[in-house]
């Protein structure tokens, strides 16, 4: 047969993995970027940067991408096309994330209260109402860069906003949690085990599942439906008592799904291909308990890689970025067991090998 | 760390899957073939030809091959280096079959009766000897090219070779199984579950696991130390009564390996390249009862494809080549299920979606 053309807009570590868990089928992958080059770029059948992007959606069958921040030209001229998947409405939500709450509370999916401020004294106004609150920019910034923490009269009085911004209350919380789902053309939803999410400074550290939760998987499948979403999607849940709350969607493949490329029956990446191109796919299964610790802010030395790879059944994900920068993503470390008691030992001797001084000082 | 680069010898299938899974750990992949550009140049970090073998040996930290008849020189000189594993002894016992026979049985390993014939009547007399035998050319061949199956006296009179031959003993068997088994250079041994193997005119036509056999377990396990070596060995045996004979072993993952690429905790691609680079590994285990389908002499269209992949998990490999011929394999179909039953039950449907009107023809 002819091969498909399917084209990701960005370059980064999820489209890596996207090319290497669908290069099995008969899929030539482009990638496209604003010339960062990132690890996807050396995996890809063709690269073209941003400003070519009629000539990048024209060679594809269809376009996806691996991070919402992407040239708006290119996804609206793919969109035009009929060739853009998830498609344009999860892309405006993201990058103005006043929307993605707004469309939350207006469907009726359960959030956090919050309030939208654009000037200082609104943002202010609204800290006093909540008593504990975080303030996060309206657009720009991930992985917890940009939020503001509010805790007392003090920082109120701290607090100078110049964008923006959603004031939303702390909220209690046990834990945070995620659903990665994907829903194809014809409608058909299919979801993995939610996953238990530790983050720390708004940084995921760790992930294990399963972790059911029934209210969030209804939720995420509502949320799919409500959108006419074609992909996979990654939600993320607070869990208060029997209740969950949205906190944010991701319209990709997403950091807390990396587990299921060792533990489950299809792992997102291959399932977001899959959907995206109209072909069958069925699962996922998790077949074992299963964990992800990430590689954050630092470099791997051929004896930590060592003792990583000495743990049984331990993979590492390489991404292959030269700079350590404090907060980056550098790679992640899969991990199976055969009882979540023993997955989190293993989750928690991995931090320690990671981060031998803690994780905080590489955030 | 500095990346790791290995050179893999051929440029087939094997090697495409090979840098597929192992494309996660921090090494870069040199591809070297006689120019005849297969399906691994294409997922390479570099690619060189058979005539510029010293600089390319001398590009890499180790070498391996995915092909045993690849070119002498780049072998003898990265043996020379120190770089070749699994070494040069597989490969020599490899290039002349009738050395490989000798070694396994001055070695104690068990096989059918054989003797080793040069000229006609050589070949004819074994085969009186023996009454049933199959004959094969010492040397070329592969996937049951080149063999010659004797049963009646018309078939001894019609006997003519030229060149040397391995004369065997047509023997009785129940079946066909195999054993996936790497050795790193410190002599840990890990194997995976032996697989049930189906072969059809010398082609492997599907296979799977669990097919537990200890003594298969046991000889491959000898077979590896008496070698000294170091990377994954495909080894295939025959079955008779509680006995199992050597049939022949392979130097390099394995076409009844490829299932590993689903089923287990570890694939056979990412367990060779880790034990050639002295990464450690563990296991491996089988998940789930776990099968594979060659692809053989036929090409996929959209609907054949969507048709496979609506079985429940299930995969497809397409290696992306061209030209369909009889024979030669164009891909794979890797299969799960829950009991070994429901996986046999899938084996017989994906062999009539592939071959409807048996596979035969495609041979």
């Known amino acids: 047969m002819e091969n498909l053309n399917l084209g990701i807009l960005g370059s980064g570590q999820l489209g890596w993995m996207m090319i290497q868990e669908a290069r099995k089928l008969p899929v030539k992958f482009g990638v496209m970027d604003s010339g960062e080059r990132g690890p996807a770029v050396s995996t890809s059948d063709f690269y073209m940067k941003q400003t070519d992007y009629r000539k990048f959606v024209d060679s594809c069958d269809f376009v996806t991408y691996e991070f919402e ?3 708006i030209d290119g996804l609206k001229y793919a969109d035009d096309e009929q060739k853009l998947r998830p498609g344009l409405l999860p892309v405006k939500l993201k990058k103005d994330r006043s929307l993605e709450k707004e469309y939350m509370a207006s469907n009726g999916f359960p959030t956090a209260p919050f309030t939208v401020a654009e000037t200082t004294s609104e943002a202010r106004r609204a800290c006093r109402d909540f008593g504990k609150s975080v303030i996060k920019y309206a657009s720009g910034g991930y992985d917890g860069k940009g939020q503001i923490y509010v805790r007392t009269d003090e920082d109120i009085d701290r607090v100078e ?3 923006k911004c959603i004031v939303e209350e702390m909220i209690e919380f046990e834990c945070e949690l995620s659903v990665i789902a994907s829903r194809d053309s014809r ?11 530790y983050n720390q400074s708004g940084i995921l550290i760790y992930n294990y599942a399963p972790f059911p939760n029934s209210r969030a998987m209804e939720i995420t499948s509502a949320l799919l439906k409500k959108m006419e979403y074609i992909g996979v999607m990654g939600v993320e849940f607070f869990l208060r008592g029997n209740e969950v709350l949205v906190n944010e969607f991701a319209p990709r493949v997403h950091n807390t799904g990396h587990h299921t490329l060792s533990g489950s029956t299809i792992s997102q990446f291959e399932q977001h291909v899959r959907t995206v191109l109209d072909m069958p796919l ?5 077949l ?4 992800m610790v990430n590689i954050i802010g630092r470099k791997l030395d051929r004896d930590l890689l060592e003792t990583i790879l000495k743990t049984e059944d331990s993979k590492v994900y390489w991404y292959g970025k030269d700079d350590a920068r404090k907060k980056r993503k550098m790679g992640h470390v899969n991990l199976l067991a055969d009882t979540v ?7 928690e001797k991995t931090i320690q090998m990671l981060y031998p001084d803690g994780v905080s000082s590489y955030l």
Do not use: C, Q, W, Y
């Not at 409608?187 to 999410?197: A, D, E, R, V, Y």
């Not at 008691?341 to 989750?347: I, W």
């Open 341 to 347: 008691d023993d997955l989190k030992e293993k989750v």
């Open 161 to 163: 906003i110049d964008g």
């Open 69 to 71: 921040n992407v040239g």
């Open 288 to 291: 074992k308990p299963s964990a």
């Open 187 to 197: 409608g058909k939803i299919l979801m993995h085990t939610p996953s238990f999410n």
């Open 282 to 286: 069925t699962g996922p299964r998790l």
